[in-house]
């Protein structure tokens, strides 16, 4: 026996679990080995002292504070979203996730698109349901009209300013290349006209600056983007228009827009609508 | 019929906050108790505790059930443990509190009272023995489940517990909690 497997055996004995043989073995051991016993007692003693040792009890509020650090949502939400329950059954009978997601995507939003039609009194152009560009489920071609095509064409900046309305809504679409920074400044009587919001119409970055009559949206390089603006009034309004590259002003104009006729506020083609 | 730990962490991942309740009230006590053996402070061992428990339910998609949730939960710990150690190590030094008293070996320690000095004793080991010893005479692990949670040989869980509980005896020996031979 060497001194791993007589430790071993200390062990044994020392939980309990030794055999006969074992013990037999031991002692045996003991009895050949100089300081052999000295380890044993040492080694049982040890041990002895340590399983006296009894477990210390948590503090009852442990569990609590446990569950109450504990993120439950990581798993939950998994589980009870129908959507993945949906896809991930789909994935089961053998369908691609993608593929039923574009087509149950498609059903939604031709349900929205055909609901809107169906939902509108006053045929194509007069639904209510509006969103800051126009009205949705009619195409942008059959809702906004050109009203005047400004071109830009000057040694620091080319380009257009397209100005085009719908009802009460008018929409101008700058699109500007110029050599260096560049301000497209819009000003309007905040009396007549409202602004309704910037959509940028490709990835370059514009900085919009809002104040009470004037719209102020900047960038460099060459950018495309719309602004957005209702009408509150029936009657006719007028925009000046300002480009300014590197703090100097390029280019001005005022663009004039007329009435429409036979068009009314929103306000009062709502009351027509019994709404 | 009791669910087995395998059941319950199924059950956890499909959102069951039941099963994980379950299986704290199942191993909160022999986690606390690891912890608090290897760092000798009671509101350190509530810490690593929660941390524990936090981690394995975090980590629970990725256990795999080939190995037992309890010596997952240990290894986890343990790790635990050590980092408490060594995070302590840097920030503190040894205060005169944990220095012997000096009893006599004829005094009877309380239960309370062998706890503690046995708890101070065993801050006095190397982490590496000590978890060892801790696992082996507080948790009666067998040398296998040893060799699985620290992942190093069963040999060597052997002589470092043979190392870990002699070194652990001359410091009992120094504190007078034993007589010396």
Redesign the interface.
């Known amino acids: 026996m060497n001194e791993?497997e007589y430790?071993?055996l200390i062990?044994k004995e020392s939980?309990g679990t030794i055999s006969a043989g074992e013990r037999e073995a031991l002692y045996q051991y003991m009895r050949k080995t100089p300081g052999a016993q000295?380890l044993y007692?040492?080694?049982l003693?040890?041990?002895n002292?340590?399983?006296?040792?009894?477990?210390?009890?948590?503090?009852g509020h442990?569990?609590q504070?446990?569950?109450n650090?504990?993120?439950?949502t990581?798993?939950?939400a998994?589980?009870?979203r129908p959507v993945m329950r949906f896809l991930l059954k789909a994935r089961q009978v053998g369908l691609k996730p993608r593929l039923v997601s574009a087509f149950a995507l498609g059903m939604v939003v031709g349900l929205v698109v055909y609901s809107v039609f169906l939902t509108t009194p006053g045929g194509r152009y007069g639904s209510d349901v509006r969103e800051m560009y126009g009205t949705i489920g009619i195409s942008e071609e059959s809702r906004f009209a050109p009203v005047e095509r400004m071109p830009v064409d000057m040694p620091e900046a080319t380009g257009s300013v397209n100005l085009l309305r719908f009802e009460d809504l008018l929409r101008f679409e700058v699109i500007l290349e110029s050599t260096d920074a560049f301000e497209v400044l819009l000003l309007y009587d905040p009396a007549q006209m409202g602004f309704n919001g910037l959509k940028p119409l490709d990835y370059g970055e514009i900085v919009l600056e809002t104040d009470d009559g004037c719209v102020r949206a900047s960038g460099s390089g060459a950018a495309e983007f719309m602004l957005a603006f209702v009408k509150q009034t029936a009657s006719a309004v007028s925009v000046d228009l300002r480009i300014m590259v590197s703090g100097e002003t390029i280019h001005s104009h005022r663009f004039d827009i007329p009435p429409e006729p036979g068009t009314a506020p929103v306000g009062e083609k709502l009351g027509e609508n019994g709404k | 019929m009791e669910r087995n730990d395998k059941d319950l962490i199924r059950e956890?991942?499909?959102?069951s906050?039941q099963a994980?309740?379950e299986l704290?009230?199942r191993y909160?006590?022999v986690v606390?108790?690891v912890a608090?053996r290897m760092v000798n402070d009671?509101d350190a061992?509530?810490d690593i505790?929660?941390i524990v428990?936090?981690k394995s339910?975090?980590k629970?998609?990725s256990f795999n059930p080939k190995y037992r949730f309890f010596s997952w939960l240990y290894r986890i710990a343990i790790n635990e443990a050590l980092n408490h150690i060594n995070q302590r190590k840097r920030m503190t030094e040894l205060t005169a509190d944990m220095v012997s008293k000096g009893r006599t070996p004829d005094e009877v320690y309380s239960?309370n009272e062998?706890?503690q000095k046995?708890g101070e004793a065993l801050t006095e080991l190397d982490p590496t023995y000590r978890v060892v010893?801790v696992l082996k005479?507080?948790r009666?692990l067998s040398y296998k489940e040893m060799s699985d949670i620290l992942e190093i040989p069963e040999?060597t869980v052997?002589?470092r517990?043979?190392t870990g509980?002699?070194l652990?005896?001359k410091v009992?020996v120094t504190r007078g909690?034993?007589g010396n031979?």
Not at chain 2, 12 to 15: D, Q, S
Request: proline share 2%.
């Open positions: 791993q430790i071993e062990d939980a000295k007692r040492e080694v003693q040890t041990s002292l340590l399983r006296q040792v009894s477990d210390v009890e948590p503090p442990l569990k504070r446990i569950m650090s504990v993120d439950f990581r798993y939950q998994r589980e009870s | 956890c991942l499909e959102g906050e994980f309740g704290v009230n909160q006590k606390f108790n608090y009671f061992a509530e505790t929660q428990f936090i339910y975090e629970m998609n239960d062998l706890s046995m010893v005479h507080f009666d040999k052997k002589s517990l043979f509980r002699q652990l005896r009992l909690i034993i031979e």
